[in-house]
DNA sequence: CTGAAAGCGCTTACAG
DNA sequence: CTGAAAGCGCTTACAG
């Protein structure tokens, strides 16, 4: 079924119920209207009383495109994130929604696929909708569009991960320090041929990051450091049950593999039980996030903990506060992470 | 770091570059510079090379807001779902992003969270945005929302669920037959004491609806059908591990459960594991979604595949043939769904 | 191929 | 408390 109704409809000449149109019903000026719904309180309750039933019967929804033009500015906050498919973007965007939904604003979905020039292209686009602020996934993007970020003198919230030589403000935590800590919670277990596996790591800085915290924690114990798998597809439970089978049947020695994420690591786990694997006996299994799938699995999975949900609150958090004019101090945060040992390791 | 250049940036009254001051930089009209940038075609080489050259030296990024009022469309498209926290619609998400995003279309998410006064709001704030079209995720509204969607005369797509009574498009599945067809298939295997697990199935109707169809195949196989279990928290692994504990303390004669989805199914095949129970021996588990997970659990989850990722991208293409003015047959799709037989029946 | 004029629907100072 | 005027940045016919 379609529709035609009241006003004329060409389908893409089609122009809505106007403030002007609220302004004739209710027989006030169009700049009464306006009032009446934005800021009540300037207006009589007898004439805002007969607008507001005006803009009912009309069925009103104002154009926020005319709003944000002649008010340059607008409620909306891009928010963009290299992956929809890993759970850990959708708490942060989770949290982030929550604030902004609190507050009026519209939040702007972009997905870069860990690919830095589609990132340029997006944050080109979205800030034609001049936005009040933007959120940006990591620290590290194309020269062009930190230029364009820089000069566009708006709030910015970089997340995920924590460092100096942010454009504006910073919410995250260290990679690094994080696939260190993890490193040295299973030399300190024993464990001494310990592998990683990670996927995409020549798009995903952040598994690097941990990568490289690993490997140096490694070095630092006096540690064979050569054990690094490196998959070219998306992380998933599937590739990190075949990844595990690969790592032990080319390197027979480790005795455990910290994974790049939670999504392999459950794999891994879940594989190990079908093959009749001991874990962590024969390998120990580590990941990073702090899924609560993890909890679930038989053993348990040794993790590293993420505040994903409190780190999207808080950039919004934060976001708004500079977007009110408010002061924010310090302008980085670092939310940090923490070690959840189970029984994997 | 702040930053302050180039322009008056007041922080609020800020003003970014326009399609003004690339003309006077080009020597141009702004007219030319409009369609330089839009219709290439119709602007002479020379001219172009100019505006283009203009803009990039400027850093201009077009403000969608103009050129929306200007010309009365928009490239955006509201997606409104009921929550995020389920990897299905996130996979749904997905499927109709790739296919917005390649045509130029812009993604506004809306999240419901099962609530359909929220629903109406978020309909009618989005609409504000005189979007080129909408997907909406469900066929129940409210009589309001219905209403203002029906008069609003722009191409519209119900998705997830198949039915009579849509408002203008539909593609999706029956989740009756599908709990029936899940239903008949435990009743074959021998299965007499079948129970249902769902969750927030007030708000969540679509889960009803397999619970539905469920009971009215046991029905016609003249089974019991009072063993139904609803739980108030979101779905989760962890929830459904605790419902099948509960469910088998409950009713120790049931032999087979039913969870409203993979979440909780997969969390009860963990729990069993953990508890030694015997699956399917002692308890048959059955899920619905068909997410990936299922099948490196042990035993493998039976579950019903729906084609979400599918059911995006056709629910996008329909949408965009409408609103290009391309015409559609039929309105309606059902995209169906598939039993997936694994080891937990 | 190029430009002057009018207008999209709203808000912002500015007067009463 | 209320309204007339100007303008936000762009595009759409309409003339040349």
Redesign the pocket.
């Known amino acids: 079924m379609t529709n035609d109704d009241s006003t004329d409809d060409s389908s893409q000449?089609y122009?809505?119920?106007?403030?002007?149109?609220?302004?004739e019903r209710a027989?006030?000026?169009?700049?009464?209207?306006?009032?009446?719904?934005?800021?009540p309180?300037?207006?009589?309750?007898?004439?805002?009383a007969r607008v507001e039933q005006a803009a009912r019967e009309l069925g009103?929804?104002?154009?926020?495109?005319?709003?944000?033009?002649?008010?340059?500015?607008t409620h909306v906050i891009p928010v963009i994130v290299p992956s929809l498919s890993n759970v850990v973007f959708i708490e942060v965007i989770q949290g982030i929604q929550e604030v902004l939904e609190h507050d009026g604003y519209q939040l702007m979905l972009g997905n870069t696929e860990y690919d830095l020039q589609r990132e340029q292209t997006l944050v080109s686009a979205l800030l034609?909708w001049?936005p009040a602020g933007t959120i940006l996934a990591g620290l590290r993007h194309l020269d062009e569009t930190r230029a364009l970020l820089a000069g566009w003198g708006r709030p910015l919230v970089e997340i995920m991960e924590y460092g100096q030589d942010c454009i504006d403000m910073n919410v995250g935590l260290s990679h690094y320090q994080a696939g260190a800590s993890m490193a040295r919670h299973l030399i300190e277990r024993g464990y001494r041929h310990i592998g990683f596996v990670g996927t995409q790591m020549t798009n995903d800085y952040r598994a690097r990051q941990r990568c490289d915290g690993h490997l140096h924690a490694l070095e630092e114990a006096g540690l064979a450091t050569h054990h690094v798998f490196a998959l070219a597809a998306p992380s998933t439970p599937a590739l990190g049950g075949r990844a595990l089978l690969a790592a032990l049947q080319q390197a027979p020695e480790l005795d455990a593999i910290f994974f790049a994420n939670d999504d392999l690591a459950v794999g891994a786990i879940l594989q190990a039980q079908r093959n009749a694997i001991p874990v962590p006996e024969r390998i120990a299994i580590a990941g990073f996030n702090g899924l609560s799938l993890g909890e679930l699995v038989t053993p348990q999975l040794t993790t590293i903990v993420s505040p994903r949900y409190r780190m999207g609150k808080m950039a919004a958090t934060v976001l708004l506060r500079r977007i009110s004019g408010l002061p924010v101090t310090p302008r980085t945060v670092d939310v940090g992470f923490s070690l959840a040992v189970r029984e994997s390791t």
């Open positions: 000449g122009r809505s119920v106007t403030l002007k149109n609220v302004a027989g006030v000026s169009p700049i009464t209207v306006s009032r009446a719904l934005n800021r309180e300037l207006v009589s309750p007898k004439r805002r009103y929804v104002p154009n926020r495109m005319a709003g944000a033009l002649a008010s340059a500015r034609g001049t």
